[in-house]
C-alpha cells in the first residue's frame, strides 16, 4: 500500500483536469492527478477538434496529449488508478484507489466528466461502433449520401440531426413523445429542413443490420400511443438521449441535482462542502465544451489555491 500526501487532489483527466493541474502546478501547489486508466475523456472519442482556441483543427486524442503533456511539463504528479472512494469527513480530506494507493489532501477538484447515455439495447450495442454512434460530429463523415436516423428530442439530438443533413441525404429525428425538449429556434431549424423528417411518439426496440461486414441496415421502432411497429430501413443511428454524470464517488456526501450534477455555487467551482470543487462536465450540463470545462478547471484550481492560503 503506497500513502501519499498532497495539498490538491484532481480526480479526472479531462481537459477540465488538465487545465486544474496545470494551474495548481504553477502555483507551487504539488498537486496530484488520478486520471484513471484511459484518461483523455469525451475527446478521446472525437476526431477534428475546430472550436478549441489556438488549434484551426485538431485531433481530439491529440489536443488531449498536449494537455497531458503541458501538465507533466509543470510536475503533476499523475496516477493511473481510479479512485474507489473518497472520505470527505476528516480534514485532511482521504482518496482510496483501486491499485491500493491512499491519498491524503487539504483540497480536492473532481473533474470526472460525464458519460453519454445509451438505449440499453443488445443490438445497440453490437452495432456500436459499426453504424451506431454517440457522435454526429465525429462520425457524420462516414454517412456521405446515406440514410441515418437520431433518437432523442433534446437540443443535442436536434443539433446531431441538423449536422447529419451535411452528410447525409436523408436523417429521421426519432422522439419518444409528440414535442420535442430542444430550444424553440433549434426546433424551427429541424422542422424546416427538407432533409429532416421527425418520427414522433416512437422508440427503437432494436437495431438491425448484417454481420459480415457488420453494419447497421435498419431499425424496429414502436410508436408506444397505437403499439404499431415498423421497420425502418438506414444506415446508421445515432443516440443523443443525453448524458450521466460521473458523480457517483459523491453522491452520498456533496449537494447534486436531481439529474446527478454537482452542485456548484454560482460562478464558482465550490461545491456544498469547503476545500471541494468541481469543474467541467460533471457540474456543467449546460455548456459541455472543451473550453469551457478547461476553464472551470483554471477557476477550481485558484479557488483551491485561495481556499488553502485562508486556512
Ligand atoms: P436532454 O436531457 O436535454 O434531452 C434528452 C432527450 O432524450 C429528451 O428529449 C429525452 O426525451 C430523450 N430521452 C432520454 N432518455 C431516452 C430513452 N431512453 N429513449 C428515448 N429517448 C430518451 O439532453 P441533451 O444531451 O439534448 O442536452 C443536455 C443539456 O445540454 C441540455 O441542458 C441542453 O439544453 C444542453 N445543450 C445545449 C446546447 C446548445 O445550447 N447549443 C447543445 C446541446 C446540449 P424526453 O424529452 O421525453 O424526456
Request: charged content about 20%.
Amino acid at each position: 500500500m503506497t500513502s501519499l500526501s498532497t495539498e490538491v487532489l484532481i480526480i479526472g483527466g479531462g481537459p477540465a483536469g488538465y487545465t486544474a493541474a496545470i494551474y495548481a502546478a504553477r502555483a507551487n501547489l504539488a498537486p496530484i492527478q488520478v486520471l484513471g486508466y484511459q484518461p483523455g475523456g469525451q475527446l478521446m472519442i472525437t476526431t477534428d477538434v475546430e472550436n478549441y482556441p489556438g488549434f484551426t483543427s485538431i485531433q481530439g486524442p491529440e489536443l488531449m496529449q498536449h494537455m497531458a503533456d503541458q501538465a507533466e511539463h509543470v510536475e503533476t504528479q499523475m496516477i493511473h488508478e481510479t479512485v474507489e472512494k473518497l472520505d470527505l469527513g476528516t480534514q485532511p480530506f482521504k482518496a482510496y484507489l483501486d491499485g491500493g494507493t491512499i491519498i491524503e489532501a487539504q483540497a480536492i477538484i473532481l473533474a470526472t466528466g460525464a458519460q453519454a447515455k445509451w438505449l440499453g439495447l443488445d443490438s445497440e450495442k453490437k452495432f456500436l461502433g459499426y453504424g451506431v454512434s454517440g457522435c454526429a460530429t465525429c462520425d457524420g463523415f462516414f454517412f456521405k449520401g446515406k440514410t441515418v436516423a437520431v433518437v432523442g428530442g433534446g437540443n443535442t439530438a436536434v443539433e446531431e440531426a441538423l449536422y447529419l443533413t451535411h452528410h447525409a441525404n436523408k436523417v429521421y429525428l426519432i422522439h419518444r413523445r409528440d414535442s420535442l425538449r430542444a430550444e424553440k429556434i433549434a426546433q424551427d431549424r429541424l422542422l424546416n429542413n427538407p432533409k429532416i423528417e421527425v418520427i414522433w411518439n416512437s422508440v427503437v426496440e432494436e437495431v438491425t443490420g448484417d454481420e459480415n461486414p457488420l453494419s447497421v441496415t435498419g431499425l424496429t421502432l414502436k410508436n408506444v400511443q397505437t403499439q404499431e411497429v415498423q421497420n425502418l430501413s438506414v444506415d446508421g443511428l445515432f443516440v443523443a438521449i443525453g448524458h450521466t454524470p460521473q458523480s457517483q464517488l459523491v453522491k452520498d456526501t456533496l449537494d447534486l441535482d436531481e439529474e446527478g450534477y454537482i452542485l456548484t455555487t454560482p460562478g464558482s467551482t465550490q461545491t456544498s462542502l469547503k476545500g471541494i470543487f468541481a469543474a467541467g462536465d460533471v457540474q456543467d450540463k449546460t455548456f459541455r465544451q472543451a473550453i469551457t470545462a478547461a476553464g472551470q478547471g483554471c477557476m477550481a484550481a485558484l479557488e483551491a489555491e485561495r481556499h488553502l492560503n485562508s486556512n
